[in-house]
T-cell receptor
Framework: KQEVTQIPAALSVPEGENLVLNCSFT??????LQWFRQDPGKGLTSLLL?????REQTSGRLNASLDKSSGRSTLYIAASQPGDSATYLC???????FGTGTRLTIIP | EPEVTQTPSHQVTQMGQEVILRCVPI?????FYWYRQILGQKVEFLVS????????KSEIFDDQFSVERPDGSNFTLKIRSTKLEDSAMYFC?????????????FGPGTRLTVT
């Protein structure tokens, strides 16, 4: 059974800093992995989909990496902004399995 | 930009009542999903649906739950006899395909409160 862990559970950084969010999963037999953000009381917004054959995927200030063999993915956010404050979730595969996410706060 | 929509945004019901949550997936998508999130907990997979059939379901999705695509646009989740523990946010999602480019797009959710 797939288990997803995200560390840290919460992170506060000053505006403008670059940061990395970590995601690990126990079953490396995945087709892809998706990163989402969730604002309080809202739905999930897809940020990036990275396929199992890819090592990186970029969208604007976001860069996701995937190391299937070690069961890890990272989400790099460049030049953070207050609007980036949200909970970030990673989820592998079709039947998305979620961890508890990282609650990110960008301090103006 | 196309988006997944869900109605109602908030549903309050009494224990034992039936509820139907409605979703309109993105129009050219073929795969449909329901997830739920109990307050303060993880998002959990309930069921996936393709070609008018359930393709996979979790242990949460017991006989009290059913899904249907009654026409070409709507996708519904029915809970036959609601329990207090069914109180949660229910999210619908859709994707174009199941493997490879399987980016799932989520709706804004329906908050179900069972009293």
């Amino acid at each position: 059974k797939q288990e997803v862990t995200q560390i840290p559970a919460a992170l506060s950084v000053p505006e403008g800093e670059n940061l990395v969010l970590n995601c690990s999963f126990t079953d490396s037999a995945i087709y892809n992995l998706q990163w989402f953000r969730q604002d309080p009381g809202k739905g999930l917004t897809s940020l990036l989909l990275i396929q199992s054959s890819q090592r990186e995927q970029t969208s604007g200030r976001l860069n996701a990496s995937l190391d299937k063999s070690s069961g890890r993915s990272t989400l790099y956010i460049a030049a953070s902004q207050p609007g980036d404050s949200a909970t970030y979730l990673c989820a592998p595969n079709e039947k998305l399995t979620f961890g508890t996410g990282t609650r990110l706060t960008i301090i103006p | 930009e196309p988006e997944v929509t869900q109605t109602p945004s908030h549903q309050v019901t009494q224990m034992g009542q039936e509820v139907i949550l409605r979703c309109v997936p993105i129009s050219n998508h073929l795969y449909f999903y329901w997830y739920r999130q109990i307050l303060g907990q993880k998002v959990e997979f309930l069921v996936s649906f393709y070609n008018n059939e359930i393709s996979e379901k979790s242990e949460i999705f017991d006989d009290q739950f059913s899904v249907e695509r009654p026409d070409g646009s709507n996708f519904t989740l029915k809970i036959r006899s609601t329990k207090l523990e069914d109180s949660a946010m229910y999210f619908c999602a859709s994707s174009l395909r199941v493997i490879s480019m399987n980016e799932q797009y989520f709706g804004p959710g329906t908050r179900l409160t069972v009293t």
